[in-house]
């Protein structure tokens, strides 16, 4: 029984990694740590947990004394480095669902985040938790990580195509599309039911963080320097991120070479589902599933990749399942409900 | 290893129950049947299983030489019946989840439902299906009538109240409100998206057929004939049915001595949970929960209690699974996923 | 042309009545007031108005040195009292959209407000503005107390039985459900979107402060203590409330004859639709209609009311500018839009 | 007064199109035609509109013999143009809202469409309905081919930019949202509440016959030949589009210039606003605004427009009554409600 503990209960990557964690067979939560609600049961941030996780919550400190293989710290980018910091020099393993990790180094973070990174250290160790990418360094690695929601369906889209080196780099454009728990737990206007329900806009346009952390891992595939044009949207869903891509293949191609290219990347990869018909969000509703839709348009000559997850799961807590079962030796499967939640 | 099949794969039922039984570690899904879409792949027809349950559609007609331990019938009021007789002329145990098979009598079934019924002697083994009434029967039973998904909630949400003695019977009103996918898979006016979506209405007024399915349960209960007003409502949500529902105590008594019943009648029946808040639908979205609020007010001499339940799992293939493991002599809960899926 | 003051511009009642007083062609806008926003345009609070309303925002005291014929209170209650006294000193005509002035006294008042009232003097002339029940005395009033959204459609549903003696006093229960823009435009976790979307539940029960409201009025309307059992529901809609109302007639009647009875006494009432058919949500959305459905039960000898009303229209701002042209000597409908945005 | 027939009352264009003639004060509804609800009222077919719209649907051939001034066609595609031959040799004038007149020739029609075109004489006369482009020649049409919904969004998103020379003709990428209005009012699996709510999922890729409508105006205003990547997708909301679009400039532009370029261009367009925030779908929902956000992006050279319309009006019935106004002399917003219902 692999032992685990969760730091960050309130938000809905804590409660989400409770939920799948608890369902999964080899592993136990040995912890949940939450500063604010030290002392409250999860079930009483979380009611839909009531009657079966019957933790109490502990402060993070308390963690220092438990006997666990691993943390994950569901916790706010800039918050995370300082837990990261104390747990890495505690011994403990750690998957780190932040953003603190994600990028190749302390500069290219402050340029990005806006604020200085104090872990420095945690970059040389770090793997960038995409398993379809980084397999094998993640299971040995002491701290993973976990890639962020936009990005993980962005770099499943595009890296068949930039690995075969099909794409000219600096031409991708990625319309990406996500529910609200995308943007937390807290309330807040952007969040208010009324501001979203019924309605659709874009927002972030030209800056967003997730740029560089999709150009990063894409260049690294790519060899050469990659570009994209990010733009996040706002959908009124609750869960899912679709990404629609553009690309232009540097020389001439087919559809059938196109779709071949794709289901030979990820003929490995039990997550990673090829579609014949562009798929829709709740078709991975609760589950890990990346589905990737990939097209060629003989007419404009571009080739058009659909990727679609669930941003709490795949993009979030299942990926950082994924990781562990990994990094604790188990089936990458391991304890995964494999059905979607349709409808 | 128990074996089942399903009858009826096109609705939601039939992939709800598919969804629920895949996971199930103890059970194996050995057929599934459409006559509409034989030949098809089940995924073909619900795509979110793609990758997931390989199955080819069979003909109905194929399960009487499959060697399965019970048959799920996920088919229409009128429809079922007839693979009923079928099955259980031919030994099969059988867990209906159509309303052929739940009320008292072929009389009474034709006179809400307006059609004959041609199984009589089908009424004869049935039982209700509803574990915390009648779970010593079921244990035992050829044929278990599954509840329809409004009863479930009016009649857990009555149960203690009446097997107590403690209401008039005559004075029990129960306004519920259900999802969309209470009214199936087909598309008609009533569930095109703009006429649900931003929506909300009553409907079925005065006659809907669940009404006598309550009250002869909570008649049997109390011993005397209880007579229910009945309202259904269509919410904008695809899951779920919240009923409340309004009591008269015939004496005297307290919240705290009200509560305390509830929770005495439910001490051994691990999927009804004792709210202390009005719990809401996306608490127990996914999950068999059915979950209770029961309060008393002092000012209006009335009590009020609130129940949910997800209408497809708990108010269907929930309930019916649950049934499965008493009938196969498994635990109560055994390989249901006991978290909810909120958000 | 009518000139009109608006105070409290950031909240959905206030932006909803310069939706409708902009496009009431017999009345001006000359003032809208914020005090958390003075300086800014009203389109950067509510950028829907963009290129249409251009109004910059005013403190409410520059209110008293403007020639407005009307001034509408749209702030929460507790705060509306402070400016209606104001107002009211300076000589305006005030349509209060709080609950400070709904009640029958001060004291009533801080027993279900739980504050004191500091403008008792604000109830001798104050008018409740249901105008089917008070159009003549609203003619008249200096002081308008528009009434709560719930209560609207309580009221309305239940008046013509109240009126003509038909029910029993005890015997009446509403149960109520309503959009989020009832909930008001602040962020809260009750408000976020994944807290009300694909969601469901009631809340206040048994002390809300709208019970009370329809209370004195019903009994004002019967002669006689009338006590409703009163319990709202939160839909995932934006506008909205539905009532279903279940009452106990003293005496035999046809459904013939209630029909009869309502349609008599809303007569001469333009914004009252008497419908066969059970009314939903959007068949009155944006309007200021109230829609009632009303049938007789034979079988449990009970009657069964629906009234369905926008609430920020009908419920609140509609409302308001239907008793504003009544104050003014204008028709009762003039300047309102008649067609009901559906879908 | 102007009169006006609207022959196809079932769909939501027809009755948005009553909706808007309805508050216009200086129009008239003189007959509204089905042949399969002929007899009904249209308040039957859709309830919000009781009490309001008395007329009784008479079948299509009695409008021949009607004193009207302009006719619109609310019909599908392929029936219209029956229709349209047979008003236009009565001598009314026409204003189609289907896409049977909005290409070049019959030709093309039938490659896109797939079916041969019966009335090529009506391609001669035939206007594309889009004021912003074509306000002159609208005034004097006998028949308008009032747009899609789809190509409204590209085409004043895109026009500007092509106008001006800006952009590569070549490199122009739409990728769309839609509300699911603009799937029509039939029931079909694609707009049943499940498969659309908290939903979302591209379609119609590659071939959709809205692009070479965008192509053809876009070509006109290029004086070159235009092609786009046009990808509709499927938003869980009643109305709206939102369509981001993508280009590169052929030389250096600043972002002031190009939002200087817009301003400029809808200088005298009443119902296109220039927005400084990239705006939502609510902000123009029930109005005729089309709402324009146009930034670039220094790093990747791009130029990224954001389009908002609501589809029913701006791309249909609101669009279809700004046309009327052109071409019977009155003001281009004569009628219109000007401020969106938001929320």
């Known amino acids: 029984m692999i032992k685990t503990g969760i730091v960050g209960a309130t938000g809905y990557t804590g409660s989400e990694l409770v939920r799948l964690l608890y369902n999964h067979p080899e592993v136990s939560i040995e912890?949940?740590?939450?500063?604010?609600?030290t002392g409250d049961r999860f079930s009483d941030v979380h009611p839909h947990f009531s009657g079966v996780v019957m933790l109490e919550l502990e402060p993070a400190e308390a963690m220092l004394k438990k006997e666990v293989d691993l943390i994950f710290l569901a916790l706010p980018h800039g918050v995370s480095m300082r837990y990261a910091e104390k747990y890495r020099n505690a011994g403990f393993r750690v998957i780190d669902l932040s953003g603190d990790f994600r990028l190749s180094s302390p500069e290219i973070y402050q340029q990005w985040?806006?604020?200085a990174h104090t872990y420095s250290e945690g970059f040389e160790g770090a793997v960038y938790g995409l398993p379809e990418l980084h397999?094998?360094?993640?299971?040995?690695?002491?701290?993973?990580?976990?890639p962020g929601c936009y990005p993980t369906s962005a770099i499943l889209g595009l890296a068949p195509l930039l690995q075969a080196g099909l794409i000219a780099g600096g031409q991708v454009i990625v319309d990406s599309k996500s529910g609200v728990t995308g943007a937390g737990v807290k309330a807040k206007p952007g969040t208010h039911y009324s501001n979203v329900s019924d309605n659709f806009k874009a927002y972030g346009l030209k800056g967003h963080r997730h740029t560089i952390e999709i150009e990063e891992q894409l260049s690294g595939l790519a060899q050469e320097p990659v570009?994209?044009?990010?733009?996040?949207?706002?959908?009124p869903v609750d869960r899912g991120i679709l990404s629609t891509i553009y690309t232009q293949p540097k020389e001439k191609v087919t559809e059938k070479e196109v779709r071949a290219l794709y289901k030979s990347f990820y003929k490995t990869h039990p997550f990673v589902r090829m579609r014949d018909e562009p798929p829709a969000l709740k078709e991975v509703r609760g589950s890990?599933?990346?589905d990737l839709f990939v097209t060629y348009d003989e007419r404009t000559k571009r080739i058009i990749t659909i990727a679609v997850i669930d941003n709490l799961v795949k993009g979030a807590a299942g990926q950082a399942m994924q990781n562990m079962n990994l990094m604790m030796g188990l089936e990458e499967t391991a304890g995964f409900p494999m059905v979607p939640l349709n409808p």
Chains 1, 2, 3, 4 share one sequence.
């Open 227 to 235: 570009q994209i044009q990010f733009t996040p949207h706002l959908l």
């Open 135 to 146: 397999r094998e360094k993640i299971r040995k690695a002491g701290l993973v990580a976990n």
């Open 31 to 37: 912890v949940i740590t939450s500063e604010s609600r």
């Open 288 to 290: 890990n599933f990346c």
């Open 113 to 115: 985040y806006g604020q």
